[in-house]
């Protein structure tokens, strides 16, 4: 407890909060993507509880940390990948984050499928889903993106306290925040787009991990980061140009 209140406490507490908070944009992305499929009146019941639990979930593993590293041994070996140059040795961890990798890029893949070619029945049949499996969904995804976030946690801070704390304010700021962040993307169909594309590459990332190959995470937000940017940009001038287009033709 006294570590929590040092100048050197403080310092971790903050860089970890802010690291949190980059590694959970993707699950609030995803959270976004899937509550978007419920009725109005159940989307912030599924954000609020997909939050929570990941809160809960996070916690969880912080408090099993001895178990969360037992997972990095050797579970599963397929010999045969040894001819592709290929780690034929498969932990826990590797095994998650294949599974959850594999889902990330068929829901995201099967998304942008919808957008792009479904035509307004199915969307109109596919707006409506049941909350539990939205939910269920919420919280597998959670599992897998949690390992990244308590990992760093672990890499960073030795006191379990100061992981905790920081995993709480991180997922607070986002369950603030969280609405804001599904109204913007499901306003702008191009920033759905963006986000779905954004996990389509996280699920690669994922599976790329699964198979015991470590990707700088920083290139790979550092892009998100960028495409995002120019994005905006890209609203914006459309904006100006529609703008310019009415007092043309008003005048």
């Known amino acids: 407890m006294e570590m929590l209140f040092t100048v050197e406490g403080m310092i971790s507490l903050l860089t970890l909060t802010i690291l949190e908070i980059i590694l959970g944009i993707d699950n609030i992305i995803f959270i976004s993507i899937v509550s978007s499929k419920l009725p109005e009146h159940q989307q912030d019941r599924a954000r609020t509880i997909g939050i929570l639990m990941a809160l809960l979930v996070r916690i969880a593993l912080l408090f099993g940390i001895t178990w969360l590293i037992s997972l990095k041994e050797p579970l599963l070996t397929i010999n045969f990948l040894e001819n592709f140059h290929i780690d034929p040795n498969f932990s826990g961890r590797d095994l998650i984050l294949l599974a959850g990798g594999l889902f990330l890029l068929t829901k995201s893949v099967s998304e942008i499928h919808h957008k792009v070619e479904g035509d307004e029945h199915e969307t109109a049949v596919k707006k409506v889903t049941s909350l539990m499996k939205s939910i269920i969904q919420i919280v597998l995804i959670d599992v897998v993106f949690s390992f ?38 499901n306003r ?60 043309e033709v008003n005048s």
């Open 148 to 185: 990244d976030s308590i990992l760093t946690a672990v890499g960073l801070v030795d006191e379990i306290l100061i992981m905790i704390v920081a995993v709480v304010i991180s997922l607070g700021i986002m369950l603030v925040f969280s609405k804001k962040i599904a109204d913007f993307i």
């Open 188 to 247: 702008h169909p191009s920033i759905q787009l963006l986000a779905l594309s954004f996990l389509v590459l996280i699920g690669f990332l994922l599976v790329i991990e699964g198979f015991g190959e470590e990707v700088p995470k920083g290139y790979v937000y550092f892009a998100m980061a960028f495409a995002f940017s120019v994005e905006l940009l890209n609203m914006r001038m459309e904006k100006k140009v529609n703008e310019v287009e009415k007092k």
